[in-house]
């Protein structure tokens, strides 16, 4: 075997370790874009949980303050000064259509 074929078996020799770590590459590749749809899609579940349980824990501190708690009374009357302003509102706006 001359010295010009081992060169081209060498190189035959590497451009298929190569191939063989594109392959490889490949498949990880895939193998991480599947993780990453699965970690996207709890994160979205999580984050609407988060969101659920805020509101959820939002009431339970009004509802505390109605029933005397006075961690959260500042915010309960706030609350029910709003709510107020908007019945005057509607009532004002249904006496002026009359």
Not at 54 to 73: F, R, T, W
Not at 79 to 96: A, G, R, V
């Amino acid at each position: 075997m001359n010295r010009s074929e081992e060169e081209v078996r060498e190189l035959e020799k590497n451009v298929i370790l190569l191939l063989n770590k594109l392959k490889d590459n490949h498949l990880l590749i895939q193998s991480l874009r599947s993780k990453l749809k699965e970690f996207e899609s709890s994160n979205s579940i999580i984050s609407e949980e988060i969101s659920s349980l805020k509101q959820k824990n939002k009431s339970l501190s009004v509802a505390n303050s109605l029933l005397g708690s006075g961690e959260n009374k500042g915010d309960t009357k706030d609350k029910i000064n709003s709510l107020i302003k908007e019945i005057d509102s509607c009532i004002n706006q249904l006496e002026s259509s009359f």
